[in-house]
């Protein structure tokens, strides 16, 4: 397979083989961080920093909930080495830290959760801004639940646009909204590890308990019949405005979230390739123009 890239200076021409990705290599979790610094904020510091890249992956993961936004991102991250940065997970690592190690927008945050109310834009702004330096770090970054709405995007453009950095690439799934609830419900979460699974679609050996850390499954406040209705009417209102956003800047990639895990993977990462060899294009006939 061929691709050719149509960019502002001469044409790269990148030969890839049909059954391995040129640039997306497996990489070792264990190098992968523990993402200390962005769960617990400024104060945090991870054991094991990702491996610095020449250009880092920076992608925005978009999509309805229930469409397995967080299974793309923990097999994405398996695969570039970037960090799974998840809005979801700094609010559920909030809430079992004591209040003394809680900043000011982690305590607001879970004053709006515990009466069941969605955490408005300017406090999630908040606690992504505190956590501006995982943007910048070197081995790149996968934001899963964040931006949610237009105006969180522009603020961090605006953030990225001081730092000097700039995105890979922006990937929305979709999916028909019958399945989106029949997944929802069925899912179910380990209170340990975090591990995900489905009643139907990927249960566990043992029922109700974790295959991994033997941890006792449970199904999530949001993941509940009562609540799913308000989360996909919140995403459609909200979120939706953002596609338009990133389309016009060619950032966005839209994938069919159907079919196993591996089959989206597979469907996503041609598509995020093309925009990081883009990128690196660009960036090394930006250094060429440099050294003029």
Request: proline share 7%; charged share 25%; hydrophobic share 40%.
């Amino acid at each position: 397979m061929k691709l050719v890239f149509a960019i502002p200076f001469p044409v790269i021409s990148i030969t890839a083989s049909p059954t391995a990705l040129a640039y997306i290599q497996i990489m070792d979790p264990s190098k992968n961080g523990n993402r200390a610094a962005w769960l617990q904020g400024p104060a945090g510091h991870c054991e094991v920093p990702p491996t610095d890249k020449v250009t880092p992956w920076r992608l925005i993961l978009l999509g309805a909930p229930g469409v397995g936004k967080g299974t793309q991102a923990d097999l994405l991250r398996a695969r570039l080495g970037a960090c799974h940065l998840s809005t979801g997970d700094v609010f559920r690592a909030a809430g079992s830290r004591p209040e003394c190690d809680q900043s000011p927008a982690m305590r607001e945050a879970l004053q709006f959760m515990r009466r069941g109310e969605l955490v408005p834009d300017s406090t999630v702004w908040e606690l992504v801004r505190e956590r501006r330096a995982c943007l910048r770090c070197r081995g790149g970054f996968i934001l899963d639940g964040f931006p949610r709405t237009l105006g969180q995007a522009l603020s961090l453009e605006q953030l990225m646009k001081g730092e000097e950095l700039s995105l890979t690439a922006v990937v929305s799934y979709e999916l028909p909204a019958e399945e989106i609830v029949a997944r929802l419900a069925g899912r179910r979460t380990c209170e340990k590890c975090k591990a995900v699974y489905h009643i139907v679609q990927r249960p566990p050996q043992m029922a109700g308990q974790c295959d991994h850390c033997g941890g006792k499954l449970f199904q999530r406040e949001d993941d509940r019949p009562e609540s799913i209705k308000v989360r996909l009417e919140a995403y459609e209102q909200s979120t939706k405005p953002l596609l338009e956003f990133y389309k016009k800047s060619g950032l966005l990639c839209q994938i069919a979230a159907t079919g196993t895990p591996e089959q989206i993977l597979a469907r996503t990462v041609p598509e995020i390739e093309h925009h990081h060899l883009h990128q690196a294009a660009e960036q090394l006939w930006t250094a060429a123009e440099n050294r003029r």
